[in-house]
C-alpha cells in the first residue's frame, strides 16, 4: 500500500492503516532524529510529537502532498526548537549526574573509548551549523537522495549540494587534520 493510501485511510479513521503507517516510519524517523540530538529518549519524545502532529493535520482535512518529506521536516523543526529551548542542557546535566552512580557492565575502559569515540564523532558533527549537519545526517545516515533532501529542508538542490560540500570538506578537516597538511603543492598534486 502507498503512502498516500495509507494517510487516506488514516483520515478516514482506520486504526490498522495508523498502526502500518507507524511501522513503516518510527523506526527512520527515530533514528533520524537520534542522530541529530545524540538522545534516544529525546528522540523518541520527537518522534511521538511528529506523528500527533499528522494526526492533527489529517482531523483537520489537511492531507500533506507528500507524506514522507512532511514527517522529516516536522522532525526537523522539533529538533530546532528543542536546541533553540535550551531543554539539552538540563538533561545532560542530570545524565552526568546519574554517570557518577557505579553501574554493571562492560570495564570502565571500554566505556570511556566507547564514550570518547562518540564524543569525537558527535563533536564534530555537532559543530557544523545546523543547516549543514541536518544534510549530512539525511544523506549519510537516512541515505536521503540529494532530491529528497532538498525538498526535506526546503532547500534549492544546488544549495543542498553547496551545503554538503561544504560540511564534508569541515568534517574531513576536523576528523582527519594530517590528511590535509602537506609539505609542498606542485601543479594541484599534493606531495608528502
Known amino acids: 500500500m502507498t503512502d498516500e493510501e495509507l494517510v487516506r485511510r488514516m483520515a478516514d479513521g482506520d486504526q490498522a492503516a495508523f498502526e502500518a503507517f507507524v511501522h513503516r516510519y518510527h523506526g527512520a524517523l527515530h533514528r533520524y532524529v537520534e542522530r541529530l540530538l545524540g538522545d534516544g529518549r529525546k528522540a523518541e519524545d520527537i518522534v511521538q510529537e511528529t506523528l500527533l502532529r499528522l494526526i492533527r493535520q489529517l482531523r483537520t482535512g489537511q492531507v500533506p502532498a507528500a507524506v514522507r518529506p512532511w514527517l522529516y521536516r516536522v522532525a526537523s523543526n522539533l529538533c530546532k526548537d528543542y536546541w533553540r529551548s535550551g531543554g539539552y542542557r538540563n538533561e545532560l546535566a542530570s545524565e552526568l549526574a546519574e554517570a557518577d552512580r ?63 560540500y561544504s560540511a564534508l570538506r569541515k568534517l574531513r578537516g576536523r576528523l582527519l587534520p594530517d590528511k590535509g597538511k602537506t609539505d609542498q603543492k606542485k601543479g594541484g598534486q599534493t606531495y608528502a
Open 102 to 164: 557505579p553501574a554493571h557492565g562492560p570495564s570502565i575502559v571500554e566505556i570511556y573509548e566507547r564514550q570518547e569515540t562518540r564524543r569525537e564523532v558527535l563533536s564534530t558533527l555537532g559543530s557544523l551549523p545546523p543547516a549543514q549537519r541536518e544534510i549530512v545526517v539525511l544523506r549519510f545516515y537516512e541515505d536521503k537522495k540529494l532530491q529528497d533532501i532538498a525538498e526535506i529542508v526546503e532547500l534549492p538542490l544546488n544549495t543542498v549540494k553547496t551545503n554538503l
